[in-house]
Nanobody, 114 residues
Framework: QVQLVESGGGLVQPGGSLRLSCSAS????????MGWYRQAPGKQRELVAR???????NYADSVKGRFTISRDNAKNTVSLQMNSLKAEDTAVYYC????????WGQGTQVTVSS
């Protein structure tokens, strides 16, 4: 029943910005922890940022000061504003919602050119 739809990925120049959005349907997630993960070719999936139901945030050291996660509980959405993008940010980015179960989006490609 739960579906997560991601959008906003694309190709950007180093130093550029992108905003990823994830919209949940089928239920509400006001009490859930929501997050963004990414997976680069040949690498394991890693946590990028997460936000709790109370608004507390955590970021990977590699993105601190550049990325900002936010949520809109009324719309069941979570977003990731990515600034000062680097080539090493290139990956497929996945939205995750966790309450009782874990729900994942299909992923959206972010490519930062050299």
């Amino acid at each position: 029943q739960v579906q997560l739809v991601e959008s906003g990925g694309g190709l950007v120049q180093p130093g550029g910005s992108l905003r990823l959005s994830c919209s949940a349907s089928g239920t509400i997630f006001s009490l859930a922890t929501m997050g963004w993960y990414r997976q680069a070719p040949g690498k394991q999936r890693e946590l990028v940022a997460r936000i709790t139901s109370g608004g507390s945030t955590n970021y990977a050291d590699s993105v601190k000061g550049r990325f900002t996660i936010s949520r809109d509980n009324a719309k069941n959405t979570v977003s990731l504003q990515m600034n000062s993008l680097k080539a090493e940010d290139t990956a497929v980015y996945y939205c995750k919602v966790t309450l009782i179960n874990e729900y994942w989006g299909q992923g959206t490609q972010v490519t930062v050119s050299s």
